[in-house]
């Protein structure tokens, strides 16, 4: 009783299964559930035979796995095993899967045993059924996408898209194209990933799984940047002359380059002017540089810094007892520090007239007398000096001697604002920001429409405020990319006065200058009459104007062309 209820159990079992079970007796059929009983039907009507039995034992090897295509859409695999046989008796069991759904059950068995290899590479693998349904993630793709794996199975790409997981799904673009597809894409926390979706189709030529393998590139990227960065700095050091912080691009500056480069080779005293900020400074070192006092002292002196009670003393020096409070040993004054090498005189205007004579002394008999001292001490230095301040004016109203002036003005060189040769802002600006981040120990990039709102200030406070602006934006922009909006609101809300100047979003540091040096042209073409106008406000010669608006193609029927 017990044993009929077993039997009884099994064949139902074997009934439910998705693989046909046919048990041969004496090659009569003594067990076949309904998948292994369609099988011997089909294959009976295939080969048009009334013992389909006899010919399937002759057919096929025993023992052996063998495929046979029934029809075009179902192929399947056939085992047949002894299970007895002898002279008088024989018995065979015969096992017939389809072939897809073994397929997909070695498949199911591989991914099982090999989930401990994906889940110890360090590129990400996930993994979308044929309905775009996330099925499986390895643990490279949960740490890459902050996701857990119980989170996400089951869920669409749609609803993980939309959730920003990730943007956009490369499994989208696969289900559309029905192709590899490779893109760029982010995760929640902004980084860039670089991901490659393979669709792996089915018999029928459908997707039934989406492979997609991905990788983090934030830190290449960044390299990338840092490459650019400094292609174009290799660029900038082509183009222009680097003295510390006097960077030179525009015309006006390589000419006035080259004449202090020549007047640093002979001692005539030099009066540099131009507005505060210009670089007045840094030229004067740089022509002491480039002298033959080069490995001599170079003494700088602010006039103005210093009282006027304590100017003569600290200019000349003083003895023993020349004044109370005095040094027991006497002190050397400016001229004797700079003894066989440069003096800088910055913002002489601002001597008073009693002084005034002992500098004019010094240039004339190369000599000068301590405070409370009797004796001269001769002095072989070279003197440049500087003034902001207009001294024909000074002279003209009697607050400087005429005399000074003009042993002064020998050789006179002005320094033109950062106004008037806004080709130099562009590489100012990334000298100063290569300048700071080094100092800040940090990486900051200047985004390329708060360079062109740079350009368009007027910079009254010239290179020494462009110089202050870029430190304060290091200092003080949050993100690595200095936008406009970080800038100071006075100088965006200088914008306006040269607001048809703009730069591209992408654009090599040399194109960049010339786009710049373009736009200028055309700002002034528009302004002004003549060619020859153009070239004196830009301060370039007229035939150079004509051959650079020809080269740049700006529309010029507005402008007279005098003869050059």
């Not at 060189?413 to 990334?430: G, K």
Request: some cysteine.
């Amino acid at each position: 009783m017990i044993g009929g209820i077993c039997i009884q159990l099994i064949e139902t079992l074997l009934d439910k299964i998705s693989m046909g079970i046919l048990l041969i007796t004496d090659k009569e059929v003594h067990f076949g559930n309904p998948k292994g009983l369609d099988f011997l039907k089909a294959y009976a009507d295939k080969i048009q035979s009334s013992n389909p039995i006899t010919d399937l034992l002759n057919s096929f090897e025993i023992n052996n796995i063998q495929r046979i295509t029934l029809d075009f859409n179902n192929e399947l695999v056939i085992r047949i095993i002894v299970l007895e046989k002898n002279t008088h008796h024989s018995s065979y069991g015969i096992v017939i899967y389809d072939n897809e759904h073994l397929s997909s059950i070695i498949s199911k068995s591989i991914l099982e045993d090999n989930k401990s290899i994906l889940d110890s590479t360090q590129d990400s693998i996930f993994i979308d059924d044929m309905y775009g349904n996330a099925e499986w993630i390895n643990k490279a793709c949960e740490s890459l996408y902050q996701i857990k794996k119980e989170e996400i199975i089951g869920k669409n790409v749609d609803v993980l898209e939309k959730e920003g997981v990730f943007s956009p799904s490369v499994a989208k673009m696969v289900f559309k194209k029905k192709q590899q597809i490779t893109i760029l894409h982010s995760n929640k926390l902004g980084k860039q990933i670089l991901t490659t979706g393979t669709p792996i189709f089915n018999s029928n030529g459908s997707i039934k799984k989406i492979v997609s393998t991905s990788r983090d590139i934030t830190e290449l990227i960044h390299l990338k940047n840092q490459l650019e960065d400094i292609q174009n700095e290799l660029e900038e050091l082509k183009q222009q002359k680097n003295i510390g912080s006097l960077i030179v691009n525009s015309k006006k500056m390589k000419d006035l380059l080259q004449l202090a480069e020549r007047l640093s080779q002979i001692d005539s005293t030099i009066l540099l002017t131009g507005e505060s900020g210009v670089g007045k400074g840094e030229l004067a070192k740089y022509i002491h540089q480039s002298g033959d006092r080069e490995a001599q002292p170079f003494v700088k002196v602010n006039c103005g810094a210093i009282p006027e009670s304590l100017l003569e003393s600290e200019l000349f020096g003083y003895d023993y007892g020349a004044f109370t409070g005095s040094r027991k040993q006497g002190k050397l004054g400016m001229f004797e520090l700079a003894q066989n090498g440069t003096i800088f005189l910055d913002e002489i205007g601002e001597l008073p007239l009693n002084l005034q004579v002992k500098i004019l002394q010094v240039i004339q008999d190369k000599e000068i007398q301590r405070v409370g001292g009797i004796t001269p001490i001769k002095v072989d230095v070279r003197i440049i000096t500087a003034s902001n301040k207009d001294l024909r004016i000074m002279v003209n109203e009697k607050q400087f001697r005429e005399d000074l002036f003009y042993r002064l003005n020998v050789v006179p060189i002005h320094i033109p604002p950062l106004r008037e040769r806004q080709e130099d802002i562009f590489p100012l600006a990334h000298h100063f920001l290569r300048k700071y981040n080094e100092k800040f120990h940090d990486n900051k990039r200047i985004d390329p429409n708060t360079m062109a709102v740079l350009i368009k200030y007027n910079w009254p406070g010239n290179v020494r405020e462009l110089e202050n602006i870029i430190e304060r934006l290091v200092i003080t922009t949050k993100d690595d990319t200095i936008l406009p909006q970080n800038l100071p609101n006075y100088i965006l809300n200088k914008e306006e006065d040269t607001s048809d100047i703009k730069i591209p979003s992408m654009m090599h540091l040399k194109d960049a200058i010339e786009e710049v040096e373009k736009q200028i042209i055309k700002t002034a073409v528009d302004k002004y009459k003549t060619t020859r106008e153009v070239a004196k406000f830009l301060g370039v010669s007229q035939p150079t104007i004509v051959r650079k608006i020809n080269r740049y193609g700006i529309n010029d029927t507005s402008l007279h062309h005098p003869d050059t």
